[in-house]
RNA sequence: CGGGGUGUAGCGCAGCUGGUAGCGCACCGCGUUUGGGACGCGGGGGUCGGCGGUUCGAAUCCGCCCACCCCGACCA
């Protein structure tokens, strides 16, 4: 048989993540360059990340609404650094019902503007805010270069567009979603992240301020996996958001926004994948067991059938995602290889010896081998498996903080930082001075990630430049 | 947009000193199999990226176009 073995991960990383993408079918290619089909494994994990997320917006008071696709282009030109940063990457629908438009409208890279226009309907008194929005939706953004989630013409995601009386709650709000972020990354996804603020350089596109949550790849490299953006009064002012005062006088609102996108899912693949295929965190996975029924003859078929029946509708009540692979045209071992690939959490198999002595057999996706593999009594199967799930998690986020942390470097001077960032992350002060940031990334093709705030370190002396710096920062060749 | 490469079955490829298309995998049928990627037999499937030229005859030679991939300048 061709391609049974995926690309190892230290051989081609790229070719890697492409097989793993595929072959878990995960997402395809559309017939236009840069789209992607989400297949159903795929979208099923993006069901799963959507509910985590928006279980936690809600719980922090934001509402869900739909605003449109075509935005009017004068919308984008209304706010300068806007139009600047996403200009280059519009697409554009010029005709509609065979006319030619008046006003060409764009297809949303983002909503800001659009949102920010409704704001300025809606909002009249300090009584109206905030207004803490999200909407679920797809962007369109006409990269260059692009890969299935990482980067796609098209992907899904969500933006929160909040309006706030004060720049303190607005300042307040972009750091609580930032702090959203992070404990989904690190508690449903096992991907952990560092918090931190953005460069000029590396800011949103008419924003004041840009935050992030930056992972490590298992090559190192960095992925920004989410972010969150203090707006300040830029699209008030060009939207005349404004609003009365207790005083009644009028005033600018103050807006941020935040996103995380599909590309999140690239995050666990490269986060937990390993050369058989994908580990999904069990907070996550579309299914957290794959019971796999082994059989010779038709005796065993019957009693075997039976058992799985039984753990399936188990496993099911105490509330655990399950699947039963029962095809009749592969064998278990092509199927222990398919779930492999597929990054199913647990494995359970249920054959005769487990029929005679009451137990199954259970595999660990992310320990391979006799490590991993145990057999534990059916009775009581429900709780040990959801004990087996909550471990699983947990090491899975220790392994991945484990590497990440083992290839953060705090290199002496600027030659070994160009060396660092060829194999890791260097974390160094920084002047902050655009200079010096194209410097590094000039000589070593790595950008600043994020600096993270509060951090115990005190001033010192820039990486570059050797000037006073006030604060750290990462910086890391980044996706 | 600059450099490099590739287009032949769903996927991966061979055929390229011109003679009307083949292999592996996948797929369909039947049977035997099933605790780590099963096997046998039978079968279906192709405007050879497109257009034009040379020729009795083009997947093959020539020209133009198109698409995609990889590497560089921008990006969730």
């Known amino acids: 048989m061709s391609e049974e073995k995926l690309t190892p991960r230290n051989v081609d990383f790229s070719e890697w993540y492409n097989q793993i993408v595929m ?5 395809d290619y559309a017939p236009v360059r840069g789209c992607m089909i989400v297949r159903p494994y795929g979208w099923a994990l993006w069901e799963n990340i959507q509910q985590a997320l928006d279980r936690r917006f809600k719980d922090t008071g934001h509402v869900n609404a739909a605003f449109p696709l075509l935005i009017p282009m004068s919308f984008l030109e209304k706010e300068k ?4 940063g996403f200009s280059p990457e519009l697409a554009v629908v010029t005709i509609g019902g065979g006319e030619k438009l008046e006003e060409p409208l764009v297809i949303r890279p983002t909503s800001e503007t659009i949102i920010g226009y409704m704001y300025s309907k809606w909002i009249k008194s300090y009584r109206d805010l905030p207004v803490l929005i999200n909407q679920w939706g797809n962007v369109v953004r006409w990269e260059l270069r692009t890969r299935l989630f ?8 969500q933006e929160g567009h909040t309006a706030h009386a004060t720049e303190q709650e607005a300042r307040e709000e972009t750091q609580r979603m930032l702090d959203v972020y992070a404990d989904f990354a690190i508690n449903e996804g096992a991907v952990p992240v ?5 460069s000029q350089a590396e800011k949103f596109a008419g924003a004041n301020l840009s935050a992030s949550i930056e992972a490590m790849m298992q090559d190192t490299r960095a992925l920004q996996a989410g972010t969150s953006h203090f707006l300040a009064q830029n699209f008030a002012k060009a939207f005349n958001i404004q609003y009365l005062d207790v005083n009644n006088s009028l005033q600018y609102a103050w ?8 590309r999140f899912i690239g995050a666990i693949i490269m986060t937990h994948g390993d050369d058989q295929g994908l580990i999904l ?11 796999i029924p082994i059989f010779k003859t038709e005796s065993e078929a019957a009693s075997v059938k039976e058992a799985v029946q039984r753990v399936q509708a188990a496993l099911k009540a105490a ?8 095809r009749s045209e592969v064998t278990p071992g092509f199927k222990f290889n398919d779930w492999e690939m597929r990054g199913v959490p647990l494995r359970v198999e249920i054959g005769p010896k487990d029929i005679e002595k009451g137990t199954v057999a259970v595999a660990r996706r992310d320990k391979p081998g006799k490590e991993g593999k145990s057999f534990l009594p059916q009775a009581g199967l429900p709780v040990a498996v959801a004990d087996l799930l909550v471990d699983i998690q947990k090491s899975m ?4 903080t484990a590497f990440r942390d083992s290839h953060i470097f705090d290199p002496k001077d600027y030659a070994e930082l160009t060396e660092v960032v060829q194999h890791g992350w260097a974390y160094s002060y920084w002047c902050e001075s655009p200079e010096c940031e194209k410097k590094v990334k000039e000589d070593t093709k790595a950008t600043t990630r994020c600096m993270p705030l509060g951090g115990d370190e005190g001033p010192g002396k820039c990486i570059v430049c050797g000037q006073d710096a006030q604060h750290k920062v990462y910086f890391a060749k980044a996706y």
């Open 194 to 198: 560092i918090k931190g603020v953005k």
């Open 150 to 157: 990482l980067r796609t013409l098209e992907f899904y995601w």
């Open 281 to 291: 965190p069990p907070r996550l996975a579309p299914f957290q067991v794959v019971i």
């Open 319 to 326: 509330g655990i995602r399950v699947k039963v692979d029962d």
């Open 81 to 84: 650094e806007h139009v600047q």
């Open 397 to 400: 986020l220790e392994r991945a």
């Open 255 to 262: 807006t941020t926004s935040w996103g995380l996108s599909t």
């Open 23 to 27: 072959r878990a079918e995960m997402a």
